[in-house]
């Protein structure tokens, strides 16, 4: 054989040897959707997965090269199951990153589980502050919000519309009390006064009695907290009690996001913040709507878009190491400091993981939540007790 040929082939060997096939990124990546399926919050879960499942479709059903595998588990929304639910990804699949999920509770458990078997935890929805305040880790980031965000923008909005009396009303679990503390703060810090705190147990819909406590007291505003089916029956009590003429109702966006169809005229004209409005015309915004309406034959609403950023999220941190997640503190890196081009608008990620994002005040319009303006710009949660 000619010297410089023998010599490129035992170059190519050496090669071959430093960088053995098995060292590449090889198979699909495992994503684990802990999502509820049924329940009150069932259609929350199933608009998450699509937006989730939109851009990866986008990326052609690849994120850095690598395919993705579906696991799936129903949480039912009850944090009693959490433990065991999350265990059967983490431990029977044995995913390589977890998605979920919308109520705060089971969210709680899924944190801990993470921490404790440090897999990678992309949050889509639940709110609980401390998973981006006490409990806050490395390994887990979320693409939604801290419950204190959307209450305390819609205390804010509230305080500059005059109103001094307020009440308030939601479930009697995490999320619900934490979006209240957060409006209590600002409205309190605006110069109003919540007079009442009404409450009933997850996922409870029986509102008569509290309703006829807010008429009896009558104050000036009512800051509600309820999501998915239970908002779409608390609108209509709301409304058929005659209350909506008398007591304006305010609430954190939720209580109007993708139920306004169910809820009808009931909902229409009212007012809530969040970080999402349907009519928000940004091109990110109007790109995705219409890629979501095609791909589902439904409109977007905001647990779609959560789910979609989860997938940008996770697809900013495999691109960094070009799909290798053997690379995990490069990976995580990158997740943190990524600027995310949402259609809520761009965000990053805050110390604790969260994102840092504009809140909108919307209106309940037709079948949407019109933008109205920004009722605080690049709002972070405070992140009490996050230690990193
Ligand atoms: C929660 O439990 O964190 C939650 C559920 C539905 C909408 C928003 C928050």
């Known amino acids: 054989m000619h010297i410089p040929t023998r010599l490129a082939l035992l170059a ?38 699509k937006g989730f499942k939109l851009h990866v479709q986008e990326q052609g059903g690849k994120l850095a090269g690598r395919e993705i595998q579906y696991f799936r588990v129903d949480d039912e929304s009850d944090p009693s199951k959490a433990t065991d639910n999350v265990n059967k990804l983490i431990k029977r699949d044995q995913v390589d990153v977890l998605v979920g999920t ?28 401390a998973i981006t305040g006490p409990m806050c880790g490395p390994n887990i980031v979320r693409s939604s919000f801290s419950n204190w965000q959307p209450g305390y923008s819609t205390g804010v909005v509230a305080a500059q519309k005059g109103y001094k009396r307020a009440m308030t009303i939601t479930w009697n679990y995490a999320a619900g009390l934490e979006t209240v503390k957060g409006f209590t703060e600002a409205f309190e810090k605006g110069g109003g006064k919540v ?62 996001d993708g139920t306004l169809e169910a809820q009808g005229a009931a909902a229409q004209g009212l007012q809530t913040t969040l970080h999402y409005a349907d009519s928000l015309d940004i091109p990110k915004n109007n790109a995705f709507r219409k890629s979501f309406a095609l791909t589902y034959k439904q409109n977007a609403d905001v647990y779609a878009v959560q789910g979609y950023d989860a997938a940008q999220l996770l697809a900013a ?38 994102p840092v994002q504009d809140m909108y005040l919307r209106e309940a319009k037709g079948p949407n939540n019109e933008y109205r303006s920004v009722a605080v710009k690049a709002l972070a949660d405070p992140a009490r007790g996050c230690k990193l």
């Open 195 to 256: 007079i009442k705190d009404l409450s009933l147990p997850f996922p409870g819909v029986e509102f008569q009695a509290l309703l006829t406590e807010i008429a009896a007291q009558k104050p000036d505003v009512v800051f509600a907290f309820f999501a998915g089916g239970g908002a779409v029956k608390f609108v209509k009590d709301y409304d058929a009690a005659g209350l909506k003429k008398s007591v304006p109702l305010f609430g954190s966006g939720f209580l109007t």
């Open 317 to 354: 941190g495999l691109n960094a190491v070009k799909g290798d997640m053997g690379k995990r503190d490069a990976m995580l890196g990158a997740m943190r400091k990524a600027t995310v081009d949402s259609p809520r608008g761009k965000f990053t990620l805050s110390a604790g993981g969260n």
């Open 12 to 49: 190519a060997c050496a090669a071959s040897l430093a960088l053995p096939a098995a060292a590449q990124p090889a198979g699909p990546i495992k994503v684990g959707l802990m999502l509820p399926a049924t329940g009150t919050f069932a259609a929350l879960g199933d608009m998450i997965e």
């Open 102 to 129: 919308v109520h705060s509770g089971v969210a709680l458990a899924m944190a801990k589980a993470a921490k404790e078997s440090n897999t990678l935890l992309i949050v889509p929805n639940a709110g609980a502050d």
